[in-house]
């Protein structure tokens, strides 16, 4: 059977059975897809573990893959033939026995806390058309820097998520189709509330937190891909929306923060994904050598 009939049934089992994300799905689509184009073999009963050496060998060798690539296709294929199993299409799956490369594990890159400063104030100080858009991009680029938020989880949240007497944001099938609370700090809370203040004033009812500047709907990746564009731009800090989760948890390290609780407001999946924060951040690691019993020699 070949594989581009096969697809259309295994995108609807991944989503409606097994419950992934859309974001999971176009990552499965976006894998087929490739094989379908440079596959050897287009009929799944044919695909052999040499075949597909071959198609990772010109993925590695020909397109450059980086390590982290190589395995999201190698995973995403492994899911795919294993479904093809239970479907019994095939018998064994043609990805098992294939070698994976060492995975690069580079620190992850955050803003200072002087250049966090500098961007949140460049930020309140802007010339914005309105005071909504004005508290709305505080408000927007603040709760990256203080809770944490990945970009999609920002862009899905609810007004009905944020708690703010309760002083909690709930997030709603996060990465992993996990929900998870993260606290807010005061400071937080005031900047939101200051934001809500120039939405209700606009009387906008969309049930997103975060709306358009234009119509009454929910901001948009591209308008937020804009915003940050634009805040480049004005303040010369080169950042990315990930690069200030960065900067989150790096702060909180520094402030104190125990890394079972951060691992929880980051919405980590393992305990190691967090530990990397503890050596990214210098000032943390200088404050542990205090601690050196012969520091008083």
């Not at 203080?146 to 009905?160: H, I, M, P, S, Y």
């Not at 005031?190 to 709306?211: A, D």
């Not at 104190?256 to 980051?266: A, E, F, N």
């Amino acid at each position: 059977m070949q594989i581009q009939n096969l697809t259309g049934r295994f995108y609807d089992y991944s989503l409606h059975i097994r419950g992934y994300s859309e974001a999971t799905i176009k990552r499965y689509r976006n894998v087929l897809d490739f094989y379908q184009k440079y596959g050897t073999m287009q009929e799944v009963e044919f695909i052999t573990n040499s075949n597909m050496r071959e198609l990772f060998f010109l993925g590695r060798a020909e397109r450059k893959w980086k390590a982290t690539t190589y395995l999201v296709y190698y995973n995403s294929l492994k899911v795919f033939f294993k479904w093809c199993i239970q479907e019994g299409i095939i018998r064994t799956n043609p990805i098992d026995g294939i070698d994976i490369p060492k995975l690069e594990r580079p620190l992850p890159k955050n803003l200072t806390k002087q250049n966090a400063f500098l961007l949140l104030e460049i930020i309140q100080n802007y010339p914005h058309y309105t005071q909504f858009l004005r508290h709305r991009n505080y408000a927007i680029f603040s709760m990256f820097i203080f809770a944490g938020l990945r970009k999609q989880e920002l862009l899905n949240l609810k007004v009905t998520d944020v708690d703010i007497a309760n002083l909690s944001i709930i997030i709603r099938k996060g990465k992993g189709n996990k929900d998870r609370i993260v606290p807010m700090a005061l400071t937080l809370v005031q900047i939101l509330n200051r934001y809500l203040e120039q939405r209700n004033k606009l009387q906008w009812t969309s049930p997103f937190f975060f709306v358009s500047s234009t119509h009454n709907a929910g901001l948009t990746s591209q308008g937020l891909k804009l915003v940050t564009e634009q805040f480049k731009k004005a303040t010369g800090i080169v950042f990315t929306i990930h690069k200030l989760r960065h900067t989150f948890a790096t702060l909180m390290i520094e402030g104190g923060c125990d890394i079972y609780s951060l691992s929880r407001m980051m919405g980590h999946s393992d305990i190691k994904t967090t530990t990397i924060y503890l050596f990214a951040s210098a000032d943390h690691l200088r404050s542990q050598m205090t601690k050196h019993p012969m520091n008083d020699l």
